[in-house]
């Protein structure tokens, strides 16, 4: 008795590939197969592009806010001016909290600061500017601030000058070397009121945060000046505090609150920019569906050029049973025939969406061009440029995706073609 051959045998992969090759004339639907491959191909290469441009973006904000934030801000809830009325926020004993603070296991830097928003001015250029007065050490620690790729000027120089961000600097026309002037309301007391404050410093340090939000507004001047210039004697308004693993500050919360002693508050990242992350993981979700459901259209064509072969071939089929083929074979023949569609497709789709994450810089730069330089719009999405994050799980993802949907719709065609009575389909023949 002859052995029973194994699934997927040498002569089932021989039908399925001659009739995907076979031509119209002959019964086939090669043009129903490439019109499958390509939906296939540009829906896989569509939801990698989606996956990188998300992740990337995703990265690049984090890193920014990582980059040239505090990772939690240490602030003092306040007592009552008596003078005034009003609350005072200060911290007059800072130096002795900041140290406290600085021997909390996972923190790696603590920094006093000085902040006050004022007026920037250069003939007759003027912009709204938010001060951070800090210690030129602790602005050297800063990675995307002091960066020697994107920043301009000599940063040792802090002490004889102010560093402002890009934007600040394209506002008002300077460069380093030029001087502005810095205006306050807040300024000297006299006794005919309290006169604006006016004050011309030399821009000694441009950088580039890669915020637009960032380098729009801030600038740093040196603390003592700072503590100076916004009469605050001997105080700080706040210390910045940096962390080892910024994703575990919900961790070390209660210790730098213990550190910080009694009236102190704390100001995460993720307080800071949480609502904003958490609308990028609600559109990430909708996107991944989007995409996901343009795989499942795009596998849908597999189905149609299937049940038209299925259609074409009856008569093969018949021929093929009465010679003692198998309903089995009958359907791995067909099942192989629109899984090495969505094969082919998905590999085709996965090389080209890779190579579209690892050349994006150009390809948008092509795209800038062609519209004018108007595609993008930093002063919108917050970011100079179109990032991209290839990751092995998201490349994973998709061809999981789409090979799985490919195979699944696959069975449904077969099925009815290996159900088909041989004696029906040759009766007319």
Known sequence: ????????????????????????????????????????????????????????????????ILGANAHVTVYSIGRVDERTGRIDRSIPDYQ????????????????????????ANRGTYNAGIEVYGIAADDLKTIPRIVNAETGLGDISRFGEGIAIGSGVARELGVTVGDKIKVISPNGVKTAFGTSPRVK??????????GRYDIDRVRVYMPFVEAQQYFNRDDTADELEVMVKVPEAIDALQLDLLRAGGNGTQLWTWRDASGGFLRALDIEDNV???????LVLIA???????LIMLVKNKGRDIGILRTMGLTEGAVLRVFFICGSLTGMVGTAAGVLFGCLFAYYIDPIFGLVNWMSGGQAWDASIRGIYHLPAKLQAGDVATAMALSLGLSFVVTIFPARRAARMNPVEALRYE
């Open 200 to 209: 011309a410093y030399e821009v000694v340090y441009v950088f580039s945060a």
């Open 96 to 119: 002795a909290m900041a140290d406290r603070i600085r021997d909390v296991d996972g923190v790696t830097r603590v920094a006093p600061l000085i902040k006050g928003q004022v007026m």
């Open 287 to 293: 996107m991944f569906v989007i995409m996901a459901i």
């Open 299 to 305: 596998a849908m064509n597999i189905v149609s050029g």
């Open 1 to 64: 008795m002859a052995a029973t051959p194994p699934p997927f045998a040498r002569f089932e992969w021989m039908i399925a590939w001659r009739y995907l090759r076979a031509r119209r004339a002959e019964g086939g639907v090669s043009v129903m197969t490439w019109i499958s491959l390509i939906g296939i191909t540009l829906a896989v290469f569509a939801l990698i592009a989606t996956l990188a441009v998300r992740a990337g973006f995703r990265a690049e904000f984090v890193d920014t």
